[in-house]
């Protein structure tokens, strides 16, 4: 890390900054509506993908790619992949819930301002073994956490995103000119949208429901019994977030800090980025407001 990008209390965040950090993951969703027409300008989309470049990756491989979609004929022919995808995924849905499948709004390929497909070089990190030699799968694993950056950032920005994984791999990557070697990990919708909504789709739908953190919890082995304090701290903190939580929350977008922070901090911030000077004295022209309660539900 840059040190101009360390704490000045030291490597911990300050309230506001956590308070930044959870809300962005408890607010993000997989978003498959509410886009809006809406451009992304290059400066916001070149500062999500930096967010996913600077993700962990195993032996520092770094085996991402991104392909970014924004011509509407191959967005199209995305969608024809999409459809014809889910019916051939329908016969497998219990019989009793098909007619909500195919209510279900799944995927905003053509609604959002553009697409990106990430993918994995499987082949960019064959001369070195490291943190693969026996988990050979980890660069895929790497590549679904720039997955999460990007998306994570992405809801800091109030710019929404939906990962459509109906689609056959191998019509995508003829689609896409990708070769054999590198498999495709995430097909991205992103767009600005009108809100957020207060609940992930699915279980808004009645489709599932987020299951209680405690009961998956276990101790020293799979399916140890213990940690009842940590259970019981996480049964407090989703009582009291949910007690304090408002649908309106969700609503805001972008999420901004409780006070504008400085024209030095944000310039500071982003040039540790790499960012030019007039894009960071633009960005440090952000707006103020206040943050929500943290929604754990």
């Known amino acids: 890390m840059p040190e101009a990008m360390t704490a000045?209390?030291?490597?911990?965040?300050?309230?506001?900054a956590r308070d930044a950090v959870y809300r962005a993951m408890f607010t993000r969703r997989d978003v498959?509506?509410?886009f809006t027409p809406e451009t992304i300008d290059d400066?916001?989309?070149?500062r999500l993908l930096l967010a996913a470049h600077h993700a962990p990756s195993v032996g520092f491989m770094q085996p991402w790619n991104f392909i970014v979609i924004r011509g509407a004929a191959r967005r199209e022919k995305v969608r024809d992949l999409f459809l014809a995808a889910r019916e051939q995924e329908l016969p497998a849905i219990e019989e009793e819930r098909q007619a909500l499948y195919r209510k279900l709004k799944l995927e905003g390929i053509c609604e959002s301002a553009l697409n990106i497909c990430i993918t994995c070089d499987r082949q960019r990190s064959k001369g070195s073994p490291l943190g693969r030699w026996h988990n050979p799968e980890m660069d895929l694993y790497s590549t679904v956490c720039a997955v999460q950056n990007f998306w994570l950032a992405a809801r800091a920005e109030g710019i929404g995103v939906g990962w459509v994984?109906?689609?056959e791999p191998e019509a995508l990557k003829r689609l896409l000119a990708i070769?054999?070697?590198?498999?495709?990990?995430?097909y991205l919708c992103v767009g600005r949208v009108s809100e957020f909504a207060p609940k992930p789709d699915l279980e808004t739908h009645g489709w599932g429901r987020r299951l209680p953190l405690p009961e998956l919890i276990?101790?020293?082995?799979f399916c140890g019994q213990g940690e009842t304090?940590?259970?019981?701290?996480?049964?407090?903190l989703n009582t009291v977030a949910g007690s304090l939580a408002s649908p309106a929350d969700q609503r805001v977008a972008p999420a901004v800090p409780q006070r504008e922070p400085s024209k030095e901090e944000s310039a500071l911030s982003l040039r540790s980025l790499n960012f030019?000077?007039?894009?960071?004295?633009r960005a440090s022209q952000a707006g103020s407001g206040t943050w929500p309660a943290i929604v754990l539900k």
């Open 229 to 236: 304090p940590l259970k019981s701290t996480i049964a407090r």
């Open 218 to 221: 276990m101790s020293e082995t």
């Open 43 to 46: 400066e916001v989309l070149a």
């Open 276 to 281: 030019d000077d007039a894009s960071a004295s």
């Open 32 to 34: 498959r509506s509410h």
């Open 8 to 16: 000045p209390m030291g490597d911990g965040f300050d309230q506001m």
């Open 179 to 186: 070769p054999e070697h590198v498999t495709p990990i995430a």
């Open 165 to 167: 994984s109906i689609i």
